[in-house]
């Protein structure tokens, strides 16, 4: 079978792959080129992403926008993450759950 491989043309990188969506990926995360970056744009933060999914991220964890809550079921306990593993490991080292 005839393998067409595409390399990555960057001094002194090896990439090769067998998929061009492959390569432009590459590219993108590992050399910065055709980059389409994603802003953040609260007052003050610099914050930029390569991923529209990071930046999101990076919203709700820094800037609390569109934070789904978890909050601890436990009685009497105000415990709240904006993650569900960290209420998960919070019911294991404060409930012993």
């Known amino acids: 079978i005839d393998v067409r491989w595409h390399h990555c043309d960057q001094d002194g990188c090896d990439y090769k792959t067998k998929n061009a969506g492959h390569l432009k990926s590459h590219k993108q995360n590992i050399h910065d080129i055709d980059v389409r970056w994603h802003h953040c744009d609260q007052d003050g933060c610099d914050y930029k992403a390569k991923q ?3 930046l999101k991220a990076h ?3 820094v ?3 569109d934070v ?5 079921d436990q009685d009497g306990c105000d415990y ?3 993650r569900a593993g960290n209420l998960k490991m919070h019911k294991q080292h ?3 759950i």
């Open 63 to 65: 800037h609390d926008i």
């Open 68 to 72: 789904r809550w978890h909050h601890c």
């Open 59 to 61: 919203k709700m964890m």
């Open 94 to 96: 404060v409930h012993d």
């Open 52 to 54: 529209a999914c990071h």
């Open 80 to 82: 709240k993450a904006k």
